[in-house]
C-alpha cells in the first residue's frame, strides 16, 4: 500500500468494502455499454493501444445534495497508455487485474498490482496511467464522487 493510500482512509475503506460487491458487479459489467474509448493522442504513443471505460453505476447520493457517485471500469489492454488528464470528482481507484503504473503531478510514478488501491483529489492531475505488461491485460475500477453534470475525464 502506497504511503497516498494509507494517508485516505476512505480509500481503503472503499478498497476493503469492495471485494463485497466486485463479484456482482463483474457478473453484469460485460453487458453494459462502453462509455468511451481512448486513443492516445501523442505522435509516440500513437502505436499504443488505449484504454475502455464502461460505466457500470451512477446514482445521486441523496443526503449530499447536487453529488453523485459514479463507477467505472477501465479496460488496459497490453501496453495501453492513458495520456494526461484530470477529473471533476474525488476518485478512488481499486486495481482488478494486472499491473498499473500511474503518476500525479507532483509525486513519483507509482506500480499498482491486484488489490491495491489509490486516490485521486477532485482536479489532480493524473501525468499517465499505463498496463505495464506487454501480454496480459489490466483492469481498474473507479468510483467518483462528483457534481451532477460534471465532465468526469478531461484530457489535456
Known amino acids: 500500500m502506497s504511503a497516498r493510500t494509507a494517508r485516505h482512509p476512505a ?23 462502453v462509455v468511451h474509448q481512448h486513443a492516445p493522442a501523442m505522435a509516440s504513443m500513437a502505436a499504443r493501444p488505449g484504454t475502455k471505460v464502461t460505466q457500470i453505476s451512477s446514482h445521486a447520493i ?14 488496459f489492454p497490453p501496453g495501453a497508455f492513458s495520456p494526461e488528464h484530470h477529473h471533476e470528482a474525488s476518485l478512488t481507484v481499486y486495481v482488478l487485474k494486472g499491473t498499473i503504473r500511474s503518476q500525479l503531478a507532483g509525486e513519483p510514478p507509482q506500480i499498482y498490482t491486484v488489490g491495491q488501491s489509490f486516490y485521486e483529489p477532485l482536479g489532480a492531475t493524473h501525468l499517465f496511467a499505463e498496463n505495464m505488461s506487454q501480454t496480459e491485460d489490466a483492469q481498474i475500477l473507479a468510483v467518483m464522487v462528483h457534481d451532477e453534470g460534471a465532465r468526469l475525464t478531461v484530457y489535456h
Open 62 to 75: 441523496p443526503d449530499v445534495k447536487g453529488k453523485r457517485m459514479t463507477a467505472l471500469l477501465v479496460d
Open 11 to 33: 480509500a481503503v475503506a472503499l478498497a476493503a468494502g469492495t471485494g463485497l460487491v466486485l463479484a456482482a458487479l463483474l457478473l453484469w459489467s460485460a453487458r453494459l455499454p
